[in-house]
């Protein structure tokens, strides 16, 4: 496979092509924050604190270092005034869901960001994902899933695959970055109201129906 030059915050950097930017930063021992992102899951690019400036081909675009391929001659930015107002107001939407997760707080601190800027919201979950895509790819069970989209969209557990599977497992707890008893709950609930099963976003597609 052939390799790709490019900057990286001024520095030089050759990499596999399909490396993405988020990898290549991390081989010049670059740091760029992360939510939604875990090393035995697919790309996913659900919280965005990951954003960087990239110029390739004479354009400049704001992009999702975790997703985004890396291009030949591309410049990357990790570390901008725009850069920084855009993780600073993601992670205060973030905080007004979870304003005691340990790692929103940190990075938060790290960007200035104020918890009590947003109304909060009755729930914990910011959407990252990490469960869902854990019980899948990794443990390939499919007992958590997205429901509704939009503004009502939620994760819930399937009651009659938890039932069979989670409570001996609940691998996908410490990966939840705002409260494990969060993933917890949720998963009882699921567990004490299995007459109640809404319908995942994917429609069923996936299998988890």
Not at 116 to 129: A, N, V, Y
Not at 163 to 190: G, I, R
Request: charged content about 25%.
């Amino acid at each position: 496979m052939s390799e790709i030059s490019l900057q990286i915050d001024g520095k030089e950097v050759a990499v596999s092509e399909g490396t993405t930017i988020l990898e290549a930063a991390r081989s010049l021992g670059i740091e760029i924050p992360t939510v939604c992102d875990h090393a035995q899951l697919s790309p996913y690019g659900a919280c965005r604190i990951c954003t960087v400036e990239a110029d390739a081909n004479g354009r400049t675009n704001l992009v999702a270092s975790c997703q985004y391929p890396v291009e030949k001659d591309m410049v990357v930015r990790t570390k901008t005034e725009q850069i920084d107002k855009i993780r600073k107001v993601l992670l205060e939407q973030m905080l007004s869901h979870a304003p005691d997760s340990e790692q929103l707080v940190a990075l938060g601190q790290i960007y200035g960001a104020d918890r009590d800027r947003f109304e909060k919201e009755s729930s914990f979950c910011i959407l990252c994902g990490l469960c869902v895509r854990y019980c899948a790819e990794v443990k390939k069970k499919d007992a958590i899933s997205f429901f509704d989209r939009g503004a009502k969209r939620e994760i819930a557990f399937l009651p009659e695959i938890a039932m069979q599977e989670c409570w001996d497992c609940k691998e996908c707890f410490p990966l939840c970055p705002t409260s494990a008893l969060q993933a917890a709950y949720v998963l009882t609930e699921a567990l004490m109201t299995p007459s109640v099963v809404p319908t995942p976003s994917c429609g069923g597609s996936c299998g988890c129906k």
